[in-house]
T-cell receptor, first 114, second 111 residues
Framework: GQQVMQIPQYQHVQEGEDFTTYCNSSTTLSNIQWYKQRPGGHPVFLIQLVKSGEVKKQKRLTFQFGEAKKNSSLHITATQTTDVGTYFCAGLFISNFGNEKLTFGTGTRLTIIP | DTGVSQNPRHKITKRGQNVTFRCDPISEHNRLYWYRQTLGQGPEFLTYFQNEAQLEKSRLLSDRFSAERPKGSFSTLEIQRTEQGDSAMYLC?????????FGPGTRLTVT
């Protein structure tokens, strides 16, 4: 079956430092989505990447989709306390029947030291 | 509030009992998903509806689990003969295109 792995599992950074999480899929993805889950909250959609090699930016967040559409990364510049949470990548797989299934990665939990 | 809602928010049940959870998606969303999430893990796909049709079902979903979306609007997830391993957060999400909007979840504790 499809597997999506993320590293690192945890990351502790000083406020103002940068943060990166990496996502790898065992198979080629149709697209990749990123979600953020605050402690005690539910996943909230951040962005979707569709094209091979695509790069998208949202303020201090930069998202990349690999050329082979099997890996992705999220980079946060100059972290702030509001960035605390767990970041999940989620790979979209389309079955032979055309059905969509989103497989979430294991997540990277970011904590900020003020 | 026009987001995804789930009821109940918390459920404590004894092993062997049946439980049912409800999800009300965002009204114009035709796709509805159920996930299970345990501590420290990402959401794990359970099943997916497009309108009232259940199109995909995880192998993780044993025969004790059943989901319905009879009129293509709200959905229910039933777990029969609950086991302690069923304790988890059950998340519902809906979508119109590809991004999914999650509800607050139902936390199930089986004692």
């Amino acid at each position: 079956g499809q597997q999506v792995m993320q590293i690192p599992q945890y990351q502790h950074v000083q406020e103002g430092e940068d943060f990166t999480t990496y996502c790898n899929s065992s198979t080629t993805l149709s697209n990749i989505q990123w979600y953020k889950q605050r402690p005690g909250g539910h996943p909230v959609f951040l962005i979707q990447l569709v094209k091979s090699g695509e790069v998208k930016k949202q303020k201090r967040l930069t998202f990349q989709f690999g050329e082979a559409k099997k890996n992705s990364s999220l980079h946060i510049t100059a972290t702030q306390t509001t960035d605390v949470g767990t970041y999940f990548c989620a790979g979209l797989f389309i079955s032979n029947f055309g059905n969509e299934k989103l497989t979430f990665g294991t997540g990277t939990r970011l904590t900020i030291i003020p | 509030d026009t987001g995804v809602s789930q009821n109940p928010r918390h459920k404590i049940t004894k092993r062997g009992q049946n439980v049912t959870f409800r999800c009300d998606p965002i009204s114009e969303h035709n796709r509805l998903y159920w996930y299970r999430q345990t501590l420290g893990q990402g959401p794990e796909f359970l099943t997916y509806f497009q309108n009232e049709a259940q199109l995909e079902k995880s192998r993780l979903l044993s025969d004790r689990f059943s989901a319905e979306r009879p009129k293509g609007s709200f959905s229910t997830l039933e777990i029969q003969r609950t086991e302690q391993g069923d304790s988890a957060m059950y998340l519902c999400a809906s979508s119109l295109q590809l991004e999914q909007y999650f509800g607050p979840g139902t936390r199930l504790t089986v004692t």
